[in-house]
């Protein structure tokens, strides 16, 4: 199939999945005024957030992928997540309740928090030269441990109700009430969408390596840290929202490449719309799978990008070798 | 006749460490240097610096009269363009779209793909001969056909000068002769000036014109090729003791490391 048909199928499927997904669950009352306020303060929202959350994500999820040149490396498993956490741990921590210019003051802690675990990564990656997949996702998980405990340490000094807030929201979940967390996050990810859409060929050549892409006139070092900077951003302002939602970064632009190839002109468009229909998928699932009890859609996707991440790395194992 | 490439007293040191130290050269249009040397050398890093990679300390290099710490990595890309050793990465594009990408430099997100581009690019297969596989992926092709492939994208640059890191290491014998002739072709009929790191001293010598000998960051001489295959050089930049023949068929010099006693 050429890559223009795919394309339009998978932006033909999340139309639908959009349009269809807001109206399933659960439903106790016939009054169709409660229903329309269900349906127009929850639902909406809440799949508009998750489609928002999931198509930021995958996008950063790709990024990272062809930037370290390597299948498992995210947001996630790089621990950039982990900082963005922690950050937003702080925040809750300390009881802080600021905004900088109308930006929630959690979102500029979690940003913060990735920026911080990225320039580990990064200068980690960079100060050894010819640093093996194998040593970098070490290097990932060491610093989403090293993140982790500092979580549990501030959850362990803070009070019951912070600590519960705390564990509700490292869970990943989506209840929101209403537009505003919905106009919180859409400039953020749009923004790095926008920059990632504008990048795709560097994105190209990266995949090829860092010399070839010198070579063949790329700014390597500029490009990268522009996008280390939006991811962290993007990162940032969807883990502040819906806590470290795990593994769609990682699953999404696989899924991706594997229907559309890996040229990013395409790849890139279609983790975008792909990452946002898939979320919203697992929110439905999250949403129904136990009724009347929801549980958080972070549960969900991680059960499912548990095995995906093993059976990648068998994958990827026996290719390398 | 100007000069292309004016490399003057270049120094690069990293951490303290002297990488490449005073190392002069000048090339014109048409060229074809050989770097030549022991691991550790510097031939890499004399590859990095000219690519923009590395920052030389102290030195300067001019590319056709522009300084190349004035120029940008598009325009850089513009002049120069590389070939790097065969090593087996994994590389998801076809052929196609590989070549294409050697474009990259005149082109900005919204442009379009001209005539001119594509006249580069068919060129650059032509010259190449890639055809028979460019709707393939890159991660199938042989040894060979890779480094054809990263030669067709580098032409596809469409840049006067041309440095190639050990392009043929890694082949096997037959490839080692097919891709050393398409660099010979390169320079001779379409006058593409050639940096080429080797470790082929019999290669480096017939082929190339000129020779650029490094040892331990310095230059250990540089000259003509004809007067590279003497016991005294090899042996000063290598340690080791060579003999030579006459190739049967040619009846060119041939360096052969002699056997210790």
Known sequence: ?321 | MTKLLDVSDITVKVDDKILLSDTSFQLQQGDYLCVLGPNGAGKSTLLKTLMGIIKPTAGTIFLNQQSLSQLSQKHLAQQLSYVPQAHGRQLHFTVADFIKMGRYAYHTAFSDWLAEDQHAMDQAISITDTEPFLHRQMNTLSGGEVQRVMIAAALCQQTPLLLLDEPTSFLDPHHQVEVHQLIRQLNEQHNITIIEVSHDLNHAGQHSKHILALKQGKTLWYGDSSDLLQASHLHDLYGQQFVFTNHPQTGAVVALPSESP
């Open chain 1, 1 to 321: 199939m050429k890559p223009v048909t795919t394309l339009i199928l998978i932006t033909l499927v999340t139309f639908v999945i959009l349009i269809i997904s807001p109206y399933f669950g659960l439903s106790t009352t016939t009054d169709p005024d409660i229903q329309h306020y269900i349906l127009a303060q929850i639902r909406i929202p809440r799949v508009l957030i998750a489609f928002i959350a999931g198509s930021g994500l995958a996008l950063c999820g790709m990024v990272f992928q062809a930037m370290f040149n390597n299948p498992l490396a995210t947001p996630f498993t790089l621990g950039v997540a982990s900082g963005a956490s922690l950050g937003a741990t702080l925040y809750v921590y300390l009881g802080l309740s600021l905004s900088f210019l109308g930006v929630d003051g959690s979102t500029v802690a979690a940003f913060s928090g990735a920026l911080i675990a990225i320039s580990f990564v990064y200068s980690i990656s960079h100060f050894r030269k010819g640093f093996s997949s194998e040593t970098l996702l070490l290097t990932g998980v060491a610093i989403s441990f090293f993140f982790s405990s500092l979580i549990l340490f501030t959850q362990y000094l803070s009070n019951v109700t912070d600590s519960f807030r705390i564990l509700r929201w490292l869970m990943g979940g989506l209840s929101i009430v209403g537009y505003h967390d919905v106009i919180q996050l859409l400039p953020f990810v749009s923004l790095c969408a926008a920059i990632i859409l504008w990048l795709t060929r560097e994105l190209n050549l990266l995949m090829a390596g860092d010399d070839i892409a010198l070579s063949r006139g790329v700014a390597v070092q500029q490009v990268r840290y522009l996008l280390f900077f939006v991811t962290s951003l993007c990162v940032g302002a969807i883990v502040a929202l819906c806590g470290p939602i795990g593994f769609v970064g990682m699953m999404v632009p696989h899924i991706c490449r594997l229907l559309i190839g890996s040229d990013h002109r395409w790849l890139a468009p279609a983790t975008l719309l792909f990452g946002g229909g898939f979320l919203v998928l697992c929110d439905v699932i999250a949403r129904l799978i136990i009724a009347p009890t929801e549980i958080p859609v972070g549960v969900i996707t991680t059960l499912l990008g548990g095995p995906f991440f093993l059976w990648l790395l068998i994958k990827y194992k026996a290719q390398s070798t």
